[in-house]
């Protein structure tokens, strides 16, 4: 996602949802939705870590 991406796909989230983001500008919380920003490398058990805490 590009810079200032996640700040627009949180206006695609429902209240009270949750956004996880691998960008370095997340989004403050608003509307409830929990907000989740994660830094990863191209690793298998990393993005498996991803995958698990946003499930």
Known sequence: ???????????????GGRLATITQDPPSRQRGITVSD??????????S????ATS
């Open 1 to 15: 996602m590009a810079d200032g991406g996640a700040a627009s796909a949180i206006r695609a989230v429902a209240d």
């Open 38 to 47: 994660f830094y990863v490398h191209a690793d298998g058990n990393q993005l």
């Open 49 to 52: 870590k991803l995958r698990a």
